[in-house]
Antibody, heavy 121, light 110 residues
Framework: QVQLVQSGAEMKRPGASLRVSCQTS????????MHWVRQAPGQGLEWMGR????????KYARRFEGRVAFTRSTSLNTFYMDVSRLRSEDTAIYYC??????????????WGQGTLLTVST | QSALTQPASVSGSIGQSITISCSGT?????????VSWYQQSPGKAPKLLIY???SRPSGVSPRFSGSKSGRTASLTISGLQTEDEADYYC??????????FGTGTKVTVL
């Protein structure tokens, strides 16, 4: 079955770090870019960036550069998103989303179930 | 980069047609044919509805159609049904090699 399964909900203190995983199955891991998108409570979708599964090349939205890092494990067919120096404004649902077969501009055709992050004292 | 601009809400009666606009700039919609639309029902992950301006993934109803003129893209829902109540987001590839989402539109079926 073609799917993306993300790690569970997290609660963090301000200043802490977070890792979210996105395990893929049912398709060739290296064939599609993986993107990360977040959605704050009651707000819209925000594209965070993408990773090339073959070479590990990344591209981040400007506002996340330096604080977010995407990696992958080809042996585990899993992608990871690390976020450092968390603040309350990072409270959101984080989605991994697969790029359709093609290039980095391909649309997001498969989504994970989302990981809720709550940042609070 | 600011989000693409969409109306906050659009409503229509069952069977009617509605159109959601998505306004961008020369650096995104104005220079890209990689415009897509996503449907998000409450508590669910988004679903791809339209890509490359007007293409539909298999399984998506032909009642959904996309278009683009200049710096504005549009999503039209024909024959509105109750299950179309959801939030809709446009998205464009940009000349910065990034993606940019719209502000989102809540569709209400009266």
């Amino acid at each position: 079955q073609v799917q993306l399964v993300q790690s569970g909900a997290e609660m963090k203190r301000p200043g802490a770090s977070l890792r979210v995983s996105c395990q893929t199955s049912g398709y060739t891991f290296t064939s599609n870019y993986m993107h990360w998108v977040r959605q704050a409570p009651g707000q819209g979708l925000e594209w965070m960036g993408r990773i090339d599964p073959k070479r590990g090349d990344t591209k981040y939205a400007r506002r996340f550069e330096g604080r977010v890092a995407f990696t992958r494990s080809t042996s585990l067919n899993t992608f990871y998103m690390d976020v450092s120096r968390l603040r309350s404004e990072d409270t959101a649902i984080y989605y991994c989303a697969r790029g359709q077969l093609g290039g980095r501009e391909s649309p997001l055709d498969l989504w994970g179930q989302g990981t809720l992050l709550t940042v609070s004292t | 980069q600011s989000a693409l601009t969409q109306p906050a809400s659009v409503s229509g009666s069952i069977g009617q047609s509605i159109t959601i606009s998505c306004s961008g700039t020369r650096g995104d919609i104005g220079s890209s044919n990689f415009v897509s639309w996503y449907q998000q029902s409450p508590g669910k992950a988004p679903k791809l509805l339209i890509y490359n301006v007007y293409s539909r993934p298999s399984g998506v109803s032909p009642r959904f159609s996309g278009s683009k003129s200049g710096r504005t893209a549009s999503l039209t829902i024909s024959g509105l049904q109750t299950e179309d109540e959801a939030d809709y987001y446009c998205n464009s590839y940009t000349d910065d090699n990034t993606f940019l989402f719209g502000t989102g539109t809540k569709v209400t079926v009266l």
